[in-house]
């Protein structure tokens, strides 16, 4: 039994260290290290490889995308629910920017193939409908939820 304890928790601190293991994005179909745009750890998206407060770009608090590390309400970017996303705090269906839907981002409400701004498949991100590699415009490397990858998004699309 008293083998048995150190064991455990060495287990469990090697899986508390693992699940707090950043999710990077990299440029293109790049995975080195100096080609990392962001990387995502705690709801947090933070710049290149950094894990600073100060490098924070945006933030996801329930369904919201805010800008940097703020919680106020003038500072959300978006609102997600039901894979659509709203420019941000609204609801209206007149403002939903895209809708995410099986492995694609459509262009508003559209659910046509024209409408189509990028495909998402095994972790990497194509414009259009594309799936080769000279056309992908980013690499996650690990998974993110619908509101970490619309912070992503953001991040790649409006602050780079």
Known sequence: MKRILPFLMAVIMC????????????RGTS????????????????KGNSSYNSDVLCHIEKNKVYKLN?????????????????????????DVVMTIRDGKVYRGVSKYRSDV????????????????????MYTIDG???I?????????????Y
């Open 143 to 145: 998974n993110l939820t």
């Open 15 to 26: 899986a508390s260290v693992m699940a707090t293991n950043p999710v990077k994005v990299y």
């Open 70 to 94: 703020s919680s106020y309400n003038s500072d959300v970017l978006y609102t997600i629910r039901d894979g659509k996303v709203y420019d941000k705090n609204s609801l209206y269906e007149s």
């Open 117 to 136: 701004i990028a495909t998402i498949v095994d972790g990497y991100v194509y414009y259009g409908n594309s799936t080769y590699s000279t056309d992908r």
């Open 31 to 46: 995975t080195y290290y100096s080609d990392v745009v962001c990387n995502v750890k705690d709801g947090k998206v933070f």
């Open 147 to 159: 509101e970490e990858f619309v912070a992503v998004w953001y991040v790649f699309h409006y602050v």
